[in-house]
């Protein structure tokens, strides 16, 4: 079955200190990937996205994503860490089986802590 | 442009009404989602539309469970009667075609008592 893995629950790292978050899916064939970010009480923002071309893909807020296909990952960095980063993200994939891009499964978030 | 518009943000209900959410897509947009996100299951999806006419429903729960899309701009997600296993935050996103990102509303957090 399809499936979106991000094996971290919970990550803390200082402010200024780089990031990786991971992310890995489970189809047979490249799918749409996406990076979301939630803050409490907001809807997700879109932070970046893999449809095609280039495996590493640069996003809002100085975030940066590359895929890796022989890795089946889609992982989420960023050199340094702002407190304002703090939020829980989110990977998705698209197009499982339907070619429809927009048509997400999400893996099941890993929320960021930033200590001061 | 004002994004997707969720009404209410928030909504409480007593068990066995009947609840309706509310999305205003992007302009433009002519695919619709409707997600729940929930503690235990996470950010699920219930059901698209593409140009007002729903693909895929597989995602709704069950028969309580039903949504609309009378026109581009507008459609409704309904519960009725409502349990208190729907409490959860739903979600409603767009996007301009099927092959294109997904921008989400800001939410309803229903909560049903």
């Known amino acids: 079955a399809q499936s979106v893995t991000q094996p971290d629950i919970h990550i803390t790292v200082s402010e200024g200190a780089s990031l990786e978050l991971r992310c890995n899916y489970s189809?047979?064939?490249?799918?749409?990937l996406f990076w979301y970010v939630q803050s409490p009480g907001q809807g997700l923002q879109l932070l970046l996205k893999?449809?095609?071309?280039?495996?590493l893909v640069q996003g809002i807020k100085g975030f940066e994503a590359e895929f890796k296909r022989s890795q089946s990952s889609f992982n989420l960095r960023k050199p340094s860490v702002h407190w304002s980063d703090a939020a829980e993200y989110f990977c998705?994939?698209?197009?499982?089986?339907?070619?429809?891009?927009?048509?997400?499964?999400f893996g099941t978030g890993t929320r960021l802590q930033v200590m001061l | 442009d004002a994004g997707v518009i969720q009404s209410p943000r928030h909504e409480v209900t007593e068990m066995g009404q009947e609840v309706t959410l509310r999305c205003k897509p992007i302009?433009?947009?002519?695919?619709l989602f409707w997600y729940r996100q929930t503690m235990m299951r996470g950010l699920e999806l219930l059901i698209y539309?593409?140009?007002?006419?729903?693909?895929?429903d597989s995602g709704m729960p069950e028969d309580r469970f039903s949504a609309k899309m009378p026109n581009a701009s507008f459609s409704t997600l309904k519960i009725q009667p409502s349990e208190p296993r729907d409490s959860a935050v739903y979600f409603c996103?767009?996007?301009?075609?099927?092959?294109?990102?997904?921008?989400f509303g800001q939410g309803t957090r229903l909560t049903v008592v």
């Open positions: 893999y449809f095609s071309g280039d495996t």
């Open positions: 189809y047979g064939a490249t799918p749409y």
């Open positions: 302009s433009g947009h002519n695919s």
């Open positions: 996103a767009s996007s301009l075609g099927e092959n294109t990102e997904a921008f």
């Open positions: 539309f593409n140009n007002n006419v729903p693909i895929d």
């Open positions: 998705a994939v698209g197009g499982l089986n339907t070619g429809t891009a927009s048509k997400l499964t």
